[in-house]
């Protein structure tokens, strides 16, 4: 039974952000999550917590590099590729895990 809970609580996957987007986790309604990333690629990734459409902290991976958030109901994570080749990242996603996963362009 704990096992079952520990996994519906719980999402590990492997992420590609392409060239010049970004991948919005979250822009829906939710509870608490935290986001343990890492980037295995080869170019920088910024991983950004939006509260009410407003970056609030931004953290860049440089490849290699690891980091763990934490996120509110009201906040969203957004993990930004701005560079011209493709971005890629082991996530695991532990708490609330009914978020919306969405590519977007960069502003």
């Known amino acids: 039974m704990w096992i079952m809970l520990w996994m519906a609580c719980h999402l590990h996957s492997g992420l590609f952000v392409p060239a010049r987007e970004q991948f919005v986790l979250g822009d829906n309604p939710h509870g608490r999550f935290s986001v343990k990333v890492e980037n295995i690629g080869e170019v920088p990734v910024d991983l950004v917590v939006h509260e009410d459409g407003e970056p609030v902290s931004t953290v860049t991976l440089s490849p290699g590099d690891r980091t763990k958030s934490r996120f509110t109901a009201e906040q969203t994570a957004l993990f930004v590729n701005h560079t011209d080749r493709e971005a890629s990242l082991s996530v695991?996603?532990?708490?609330?895990?009914?978020?919306?996963?969405?590519y977007a362009p960069l502003p």
Not at 92 to 102: I, T
């Open 92 to 102: 695991d996603v532990v708490g609330d895990v009914g978020l919306s996963m969405d």
